[in-house]
């Protein structure tokens, strides 16, 4: 299966689009495969072009935007030409889903870009270096041949295996043996340590582990029918995120701290989303914060 890169472009910057996809599929063919936004696999019938990109962003591996020549700007008195302004949104969209080192834009060398670029390397060609300047895109490409891409961390998706592998087996199988059994969910603010917080939990609140085949949780000793869980799974959320944002200095990373509570948050609600579906079950679950 072959990583796949988008190419997008504006009508009249297309033939720099089909030349760059030429160009990529003949030197990268064995790990590579371009498209660009004619080819038919973007925009769907019956769907707007806004839902398209926003999807084309997440499926490829890259996305290369070619900022032709292509329109004129008034800019405090003075006249620039520009790329197209559907170019420039693309550019964000795609930037934003795969990162610095997996979008790339190729501008015309004549045109001008958003003040963000400034002091910012972007390959310009013409009409005489332009093969040289894709020879210059698709050396940043193969330095990336050997790794991968970390998405945005996916809370949402942990908090649907958590929903899947554990609170519906286990309100299944205890809801049989008594329907009016409790599971609170506690999710940890600080979820660096969660197993420390699991001793700590269960040895404030006299809680014992239940057994027998598993979704096994904890009860607490002097409530019937009440059990409690800590998912683990959330460790996954502090080990991404490291690399994400790396620690470069002892102590409290604050950047690392508001993306775990947004990510926590997200979370939770996509747990109580999931779980308000149930109609059955939904009375004997609660998610709270320690």
């Known amino acids: 299966m072959r990583r796949k890169i988008f ?3 504006s009508s009249e910057g297309y033939e720099i689009a089909n030349q760059i996809k030429d160009q990529i599929n003949s030197q990268l063919r064995d790990w590579i495969e371009c498209e660009t936004w004619k080819d038919g696999n973007v925009f769907s019938l019956n769907k707007a072009t ?3 990109l926003v999807k084309a962003s997440r499926k490829y591996d890259y ?3 070619v900022a032709s020549k292509d329109d004129i700007l008034i800019k405090r008195w003075k006249i620039f030409n520009v790329m197209r302004d559907n170019v420039l949104f693309e550019m964000g969209l795609f930037l934003g889903s795969l990162g610095l080192q997996r979008a790339f834009l190729i501008t015309h060398d004549k045109i001008s870009l958003p003040s963000d670029y400034n002091g910012v390397t972007v390959v310009k060609y013409n009409d005489k270096n332009i093969n040289d300047k894709i020879s210059s895109i698709i050396s940043e490409i193969i330095k990336t041949k050997e790794s991968f891409n970390l998405k945005p961390v996916p809370s949402a998706a942990l908090a649907l295996g958590y929903f899947q592998s554990f609170i ?3 309100a299944k199988k205890h809801f049989e043996l008594s329907p009016d059994f409790q599971l609170k969910i506690l999710l940890p603010t600080n979820i660096s340590d969660i197993n420390a917080q699991i001793s700590k939990y269960k040895a404030e609140n006299l809680s014992i582990q239940t ?4 979704p096994i949780a904890y009860q607490y000793e002097n409530a019937k029918n009440k059990y409690w869980d800590i998912p683990t799974t959330l460790q996954t959320i502090d080990n991404l995120i490291d690399y994400f944002v790396p620690s470069l200095e002892v102590g409290i990373n ?9 990510e926590l948050r997200n979370f939770k609600g996509t747990l109580e ?3 308000n579906k149930q109609d059955v079950y939904k009375s004997n679950f609660a998610i709270e914060f320690l």
Do not use: A, M, N
């Not at 057994?211 to 598993?214: A, C, M, N, V």
């Not at 604050?254 to 947004?262: G, L, P, R, S």
């Open 273 to 275: 989303t999931l779980i």
């Open 254 to 262: 604050v950047e690392k701290q508001e993306w775990i509570q947004h």
């Open 63 to 65: 996305g290369i935007l």
């Open 211 to 214: 057994t027998g085949d598993r």
């Open 7 to 9: 190419i997008g472009s």
């Open 50 to 52: 806004l839902e398209c």
């Open 168 to 170: 519906l087996p286990f």
